[in-house]
């Protein structure tokens, strides 16, 4: 995927949101560090533009709730960033924001971190890649593009914001069997 | 810098200024965890952190407790005058005999400088000092400098004072340590009797009179006479020390309009700090307190999965 073509499926998935939730009352964006973040404040502005309402955008980051964490025999442990959700999920509907759907673990742990913070009405979940090979019982509400993959093979979000480019690559692994790699 | 490959927490003196980096930033994220409604997460689920004080404390301890709690280890706070230790057990055998109960970490506050260097020969479990004798106190120094980078969004280039009882400090060296690597401009002052004779070796600058010390500083930081480890006469009397060093509004004015005041607890009010400074509008006396819990945190989560060796990296690819 290009940087024109990004823009047009986060485009469509506003105008579904949009639609399936009657317009954007009781919203709010939650992107999973880092891509799901920037994601999540894009589809804000898409969605600013469609309604002209501005959408409550929050940051969350899944490290502590990862079900992989200490599991490791050894290895340092991942960097923990900062968890900005400014606003009461409490009877929201919370937009769960991801770049790529992959096993669902993270997922699982953004879901385990959500309800911490309070009680939403529904969460509803966005990404703008579904590679396949779930491990967990999820399933994405918006997908931006549906992208068949080989366990061995990675794919790779890029974002202007925190890599200089739009882009979406599937790239062969590295190394597919070093663990906490794909997720 | 991916993260924290050693063992255990000492002192300051062995940590890399990325380390120190490190650990300021992910308390950063840690402080979040204390705003919110459900101050929990579940990352040392199943961990157990023995508590073992061998000195009175009040904040060190419950600070280290919450921030246990809020990562959701076990913890277990040995008191000593409830232990085997006022039947004469040593230290290495009360380590031992905790560790055959396979705790996965000790945070020790103990009056001998060492004596976490000792337990981590000795542990499997990951040590954590909470102060040794006159030697460190690293987790002070670390939310002491996350204060002033809260405050002053840097540490190089400050200029930091460090006023009190710099003879029988922990606090002072861990702090020397800590400001001089992430280049602070360090100051120290007390009576020369109080004054360590090598300090200016750790690459500060020694005075006896405060107002060198104050002037134009950015970060005032005042230290607690220690008179229960003062065997000698160190100085005529406290209202003589508060009469040349003390703390008052009076000699706050040398310093930068925008001066930071410190002071890592218990504090004595009218001994090296007047009231008016320490409840001031400069003083961040407490957010040095709520600091310590989100500073613990960050040092138990990123000691909690090390075990100190090389390993894996984790990459966020998808």
């Given at each position: 995927?290009?940087?024109?073509?990004?823009?047009?499926?986060?485009?469509?998935?506003?105008?579904?949101?949009?639609?399936?939730?009657?317009?954007?009352?009781?919203?709010?964006?939650?992107?999973?560090?880092?891509?799901?973040?920037?994601?999540?404040?894009?589809?804000?502005?898409?969605?600013?533009?469609?309604?002209?309402?501005?959408?409550?955008?929050?940051?969350?980051?899944?490290?502590?709730?990862?079900?992989?964490?200490?599991?490791?025999?050894?290895?340092?442990?991942?960097?923990?960033?900062?968890?900005?959700?400014?606003?009461?999920?409490?009877?929201?509907?919370?937009?769960?924001?991801?770049?790529?759907?992959?096993?669902?673990?993270?997922?699982?742990?953004?879901?385990?971190?959500?309800?911490?913070?309070?009680?939403?009405?529904?969460?509803?979940?966005?990404?703008?890649?579904?590679?396949?090979?779930?491990?967990?019982?999820?399933?994405?509400?918006?997908?931006?593009?549906?992208?068949?993959?080989?366990?061995?093979?990675?794919?790779?979000?890029?974002?202007?914001?925190?890599?200089?480019?739009?882009?979406?690559?599937?790239?062969?692994?590295?190394?597919?069997?070093?663990?906490?790699?794909?997720? | 810098?991916?993260?924290?490959?050693?063992?255990?927490?000492?002192?300051?003196?062995?940590?890399?200024?990325?380390?120190?980096?490190?650990?300021?930033?992910?308390?950063?994220?840690?402080?979040?965890?204390?705003?919110?409604?459900?101050?929990?997460?579940?990352?040392?689920?199943?961990?157990?952190?023995?508590?073992?004080?061998?000195?009175?404390?009040?904040?060190?301890?419950?600070?280290?407790?919450?921030?246990?709690?809020?990562?959701?280890?076990?913890?277990?706070?040995?008191?000593?005058?409830?232990?085997?230790?006022?039947?004469?057990?040593?230290?290495?055998?009360?380590?031992?005999?905790?560790?055959?109960?396979?705790?996965?970490?000790?945070?020790?506050?103990?009056?001998?400088?060492?004596?976490?260097?000792?337990?981590?020969?000795?542990?499997?479990?990951?040590?954590?000092?909470?102060?040794?004798?006159?030697?460190?106190?690293?987790?002070?120094?670390?939310?002491?400098?996350?204060t002033i980078?809260?405050r002053?969004?840097?540490?190089?280039?400050?200029?930091?004072a460090?006023i009190?009882?710099?003879?029988?400090?922990?606090?002072?060296?861990?702090?020397?340590?800590?400001?001089?690597?992430?280049?602070?401009?360090?100051?120290?002052?007390?009576?020369?009797?109080?004054?360590?004779?090598?300090?200016?070796?750790?690459?500060?600058?020694?005075?006896?009179?405060?107002?060198?010390?104050v002037?134009?500083a950015d970060v005032v930081m005042l230290?607690?006479?220690?008179?229960?480890?003062?065997?000698?006469?160190?100085?005529?009397?406290?209202?003589?020390?508060?009469?040349?060093?003390?703390m008052t509004e009076?000699r706050l004015?040398?310093a930068?309009?925008d001066v930071t005041i410190m002071h890592?607890?218990?504090m004595?009010?009218?001994?090296e700090i007047s009231?008016e400074v320490a409840d001031g509008p400069y003083s961040v006396i407490l957010d040095q307190?709520?600091?310590?819990?989100?500073?613990?945190?960050?040092?138990?989560?990123?000691?909690?999965?090390?075990?100190?060796?090389?390993?894996?990296?984790?990459?966020?690819?998808?």
């Open positions: 995927m290009d940087a024109d073509r990004i823009g047009r499926t986060l485009t469509r998935i506003a105008h579904e949101i949009v639609e399936r939730n009657k317009g954007v009352e009781d919203l709010a964006l939650v992107g999973v560090r880092t891509r799901g973040v920037h994601i999540a404040r894009r589809i804000g502005q898409s969605l600013k533009e469609i309604t002209g309402h501005d959408i409550a955008t929050g940051a969350l980051d899944i490290t502590l709730y990862r079900d992989d964490l200490m599991r490791q025999a050894v290895g340092p442990q991942p960097l923990v960033r900062m968890t900005e959700i400014p606003f009461s999920i409490d009877n929201r509907k919370i937009l769960l924001v991801d770049d790529v759907l992959y096993t669902g673990r993270t997922t699982r742990a953004a879901l385990d971190a959500l309800i911490d913070f309070g009680r939403p009405k529904a969460i509803q979940l966005i990404v703008l890649v579904d590679r396949g090979h779930r491990e967990l019982p999820i399933k994405a509400d918006y997908v931006g593009k549906n992208l068949p993959t080989a366990a061995d093979e990675s794919v790779q979000v890029r974002l202007q914001e925190s890599d200089g480019v739009d882009e979406v690559v599937l790239e062969q692994a590295v190394d597919p069997s070093k663990p906490g790699g794909a997720r | 810098m991916s993260g924290l490959r050693r063992k255990d927490l000492l002192g300051i003196s062995e940590l890399t200024p990325d380390e120190i980096t490190l650990i300021l930033d992910t308390a950063q994220a840690m402080k979040e965890i204390g705003s919110r409604t459900v101050k929990k997460v579940p990352a040392l689920r199943g961990k157990t952190v023995v508590n073992l004080f061998f000195e009175p404390s009040t904040r060190t301890r419950t600070s280290f407790e919450i921030a246990e709690k809020r990562l959701s280890a076990d913890t277990l706070n040995v008191a000593i005058a409830t232990s085997s230790v006022v039947k004469g057990e040593t230290l290495a055998d009360t380590a031992m005999n905790l560790e055959a109960m396979n705790p996965d970490m000790i945070v020790l506050r103990h009056s001998s400088s060492g004596a976490c260097h000792l337990l981590s020969r000795i542990c499997r479990s990951a040590i954590i000092n909470a102060g040794d004798g006159l030697h460190e106190h690293p987790t002070q120094a670390l939310l002491d400098a996350y980078r809260e002053k969004g840097r540490l190089s280039g400050l200029k930091v460090i009190g009882d710099l003879l029988h400090s922990r606090v002072l060296r861990s702090n020397i340590h800590l400001l001089t690597k992430m280049g602070a401009d360090v100051w120290v002052c007390g009576p020369p009797t109080l004054i360590p004779a090598n300090i200016r070796d750790f690459g500060v600058r020694a005075t006896s009179v405060i107002d060198e010390a002037r134009d230290l607690r006479i220690q008179l229960e480890r003062m065997e000698g006469a160190y100085f005529p009397s406290l209202r003589e020390y508060y009469n040349v060093f003390g009076a004015k040398s930068r309009p890592p607890g218990p004595n009010r009218g001994v009231s307190v709520s600091n310590g819990v989100a500073v613990r945190m960050a040092v138990l989560y990123l000691l909690a999965g090390s075990g100190g060796q090389e390993g894996a990296e984790h990459e966020e690819a998808a």
